[in-house]
């Protein structure tokens, strides 16, 4: 499921990652990176350049909290 949308950047994660630690997608123009949530940290990219990734982990590390939160409701995690 999509998480959160900030301008091109889609954040998501997929039904088949209950079995892995928290982490988030990032999508954008054929563009994809994952970053680990706990603790945040780049996993691996692909098409992003670094001042952009470097963008999007500040992002990830600002709204880590409300993407773990949405990670437990999707995968019913208490």
Request: charged share 30%; with cysteine.
């Given at each position: ?72 409701e999707?995968?019913n995690?208490?």
């Amino acid at each position: 499921p999509t998480v959160k949308i900030i301008g091109p950047h889609r954040f998501h994660f997929f039904s088949s990652d209950r079995d892995e630690p928290f982490h988030i997608h990032v999508e954008r123009d054929g563009a994809a990176a994952k970053f680990w949530l706990h603790p945040v940290r780049l996993e691996c990219s692909q098409g992003f350049s670094r001042a952009e990734l470097a963008r999007l982990l500040k992002w990830v590390d600002l709204h880590q909290i409300e993407f773990r939160r949405k990670w437990n409701e999707y995968f019913n995690i208490k």
